[in-house]
C-alpha cells in the first residue's frame, strides 16, 4: 500500500483563515444591524389639529352697590336702602332672592386734599357691597348685563363687570378633540407618504399641545393656552405634534 503524504495546514495560515471568517461575519452583521437602526430612524414629524364650536352653559355676573355719605352710618345706611330696590329689579328679571350671592361690605373714606396735595380731611364715606349671580340660561344673563344699568334711575349706584360666559363639559371634550388632533396628524403623514412612495409606520411620539378656548371665529392662541370667557359662542382648538416611522 502506497504512503500518502499528509499535508498539514501551518498553524499562522489556519489562524489568518479563521481570522478572516470573523471579520466577513462581523461585517456582515454590523451591515444589517446599521440598515436596521438606520430604518428605524427614519421618522416623519407632522403636525395635526382639530377645532370644535362650544356655546357657553353658564354664566355669571358680579357687579357692586355704593352708599355715600358723610358718615360711616349714613353711608351704610344708603347702602341697605339700595338693596331692595336691587333685588326688585332682578326680580321683575326672573332672578329670586336666593339666586343673588351678597358679599360682606366694606367701607373707605373719601378725603379732601388742598393744592399741595396734602391732606386735609374727610369729605365723606363710601360703603361698597359686592353681589353676584349665576344662572345655566347664559342669555338671560347677557340680557341683564345689558339692562342692568338703567337702575341708577331708581337711585341704585352699580359698578358692574363684564358677565363671564363658562363651558362646564370640558372634562369629557378635552379627550375628545385631542383624539380628532391625532387622527389629522396621521392623516397628513399618510398624505405626504404617499406622494414620495413610501409607506407609514408605528407612531414614534406625540406631543400634546395646550388647549385653546377662544372666540367664535378668533385666531387668538397663547403658548400658554386660552380659555376665554367673554364671549356665549367659542371654538376649542388641539394641536398634536406627532412622530411616524417610515416604513
Same mark, same amino acid.
Request: aromatic share 8%.
Given at each position: ?78 347702602? /341697605? ?30 378725603? /379732601? ?9 374727610? $369729605? ?23 339692562? %342692568? ?48 412612495? $413610501? ?20 385666531? &387668538? ?10 364671549? %356665549? ?13 417610515? &416604513?
Amino acid at each position: 500500500m502506497e504512503n500518502q503524504q499528509i499535508r498539514r495546514v501551518p498553524p499562522l495560515v489556519k489562524a489568518y483563515f479563521i481570522l478572516s471568517v470573523a471579520i466577513v461575519l462581523a461585517t456582515i452583521i454590523f451591515s444589517m444591524t446599521w440598515r436596521s437602526n438606520n430604518k428605524a430612524n427614519q421618522t416623519i414629524e407632522v403636525t395635526g389639529s382639530a377645532r370644535k364650536s362650544i356655546t357657553a352653559d353658564f354664566a355669571i355676573l358680579r357687579g357692586s352697590i355704593i352708599g355715600y355719605g358723610t358718615t360711616q352710618k349714613g353711608a351704610f345706611t344708603e347702602l /341697605e336702602n339700595q338693596k331692595p330696590l336691587l333685588l326688585k329689579y332682578l326680580a321683575e328679571k326672573g332672578f329670586t332672592a336666593d339666586q343673588v350671592k351678597f358679599s360682606p361690605a366694606f367701607s373707605y373714606a373719601q378725603y /379732601e386734599y388742598n393744592n399741595n396735595g396734602q391732606q386735609t380731611g374727610i $369729605r365723606g364715606y363710601n360703603y361698597n357691597q359686592t353681589f353676584s349671580i349665576e344662572h345655566n340660561d347664559v342669555q338671560r344673563i347677557s340680557d341683564l348685563s345689558l339692562a %342692568i344699568a338703567s337702575i341708577v334711575e331708581q337711585g341704585v349706584y352699580l359698578e358692574m363687570q363684564t358677565p363671564q360666559f363658562m363651558y362646564t363639559k370640558l372634562a369629557d371634550l378635552k379627550i375628545e378633540i385631542q383624539g380628532e388632533a391625532a387622527k389629522d396628524a396621521m392623516v397628513r403623514a399618510e398624505k405626504i407618504m404617499q406622494a414620495t412612495g $413610501r409607506s407609514l409606520g408605528g407612531l414614534h411620539r406625540a406631543d400634546m399641545g395646550v388647549l385653546q378656548i377662544i372666540p367664535k371665529n378668533s385666531a &387668538d392662541v397663547s403658548d400658554y393656552g386660552m380659555n376665554d370667557v367673554s364671549s %356665549i359662542d367659542k371654538e376649542i382648538v388641539a394641536v398634536v405634534h406627532a412622530s411616524f416611522e417610515i &416604513d
